[in-house]
Each structure stands twice: as structure tokens, then as C-alpha cells.
């Protein structure tokens, strides 16, 4: 009969969880950033942060690919 671990109870079962759920919504943000042009980037952080609030480094990337 296999050991049980004190590791492998209900919350290690529910950090891996949510582990894996992060990582998916991660690949599902970078997806869909993919797909936008850098116009549409900036517009987005516009919308989200206000017109040229935030995102410095971000939006100064951006501007170059204009």
C-alpha cells in the first residue's frame, strides 16, 4: 500500500489548480495580443488606462512599429 504524502492533500490539489488556470488565461492574453496591430494596442491602452496614462515602455515600443 502506497504512502500518502502530507503534499498531496485538497490544497495542493487546488494550487495546481489554479496554477494551470493562470497559465492558460496567460496563453489566451498573448494570443489575442497577437492579433491586434500596434494601433489597435494603443487604442486599447488608451481605453483601459486613459489617453497616454501609463504604459510608458509599452507605448513608446508601440510608437516605433507605427
Known amino acids: 500500500m502506497a504512502e500518502k504524502h502530507k503534499h498531496d492533500g ?3 490539489v487546488a494550487l495546481h489548480q489554479r ?3 493562470r497559465q492558460l488565461r496567460a496563453i489566451l492574453r498573448t ?3 497577437s492579433t ?5 494596442q494603443v ?3 488608451d481605453k483601459r488606462l486613459g ?4 504604459a510608458a515602455r509599452e507605448r513608446a ?3 516605433k512599429q507605427l
Open 10 to 12: 485538497p490544497k495542493r
Open 31 to 33: 494570443g489575442a495580443r
Open 43 to 45: 487604442a486599447l491602452l
Open 51 to 54: 489617453r497616454n496614462v501609463g
Open 19 to 21: 496554477r494551470t488556470d
Open 61 to 63: 515600443r508601440l510608437e
Open 36 to 40: 491586434r496591430t500596434p494601433a489597435e
